[in-house]
């Protein structure tokens, strides 16, 4: 399992680097690749689902200390992404039980509550239509990740 660790800091790290460079911007919507990595992490791998606590926490670390070093204006985002996935990994075993139904929930759950946080801390209207709208794209980029690692998975599984 911890062979595995310097492959999601690096997973991550390119996360961070597509999330900066807006590369899948799609008509002004940009899909929330963090909650993303996070949902495949804890759903969709065995290092995820066996993980430990201190895992997750060392990964939330790696995940504050990039976001600031990139993007030094926008912490707000970091401390809603970081509880919302500390909710998720929480929360996790209380969900579904199917592993990609509780994607499913936790991409959907992640990023309604993602813009509800953010709208009530700035005090503006919950723009429903441009969230709906990313988390539309956000649940078809993530089904596509999640399908691509499980088959990685399974496939280096049957290889050993």
Not at 22 to 39: D, E, K, T, Y
Not at 131 to 152: C, D, M, R
Request: hydrophobic share 60%.
């Amino acid at each position: 399992m911890y062979y595995k660790f310097p492959i999601a800091c690096a997973l991550l790290a390119l996360t961070l680097f597509f999330e900066g460079t807006r590369m899948f911007q799609i008509s002004g919507i940009v899909p929330n690749l963090v909650l993303i990595f996070f949902a495949v992490f804890l759903t969709a791998t065995n290092f995820g689902e066996r993980s430990p606590f201190w895992a997750l926490l060392v990964l939330l670390c790696i995940f504050i200390v990039l976001y600031s070093f990139l993007f030094r204006f926008w912490i707000e985002p970091v401390v809603i992404l970081s509880l919302l996935i500390l909710g998720m990994y929480v929360l996790r075993r209380k969900l579904v039980g199917t592993p990609f139904l509780d994607f499913l929930v936790i991409i959907v759950s992640g990023t309604l509550l993602f813009f509800g946080i953010r709208a009530a801390l700035h005090g503006t209207p919950f723009l429903f239509g441009i969230a709906a709208e990313e988390t539309l794209y956000n649940l078809v980029l993530g089904t596509f990740v999640w399908l691509a690692t499980k088959q990685i998975r399974n496939y280096y599984a049957g290889r050993s």
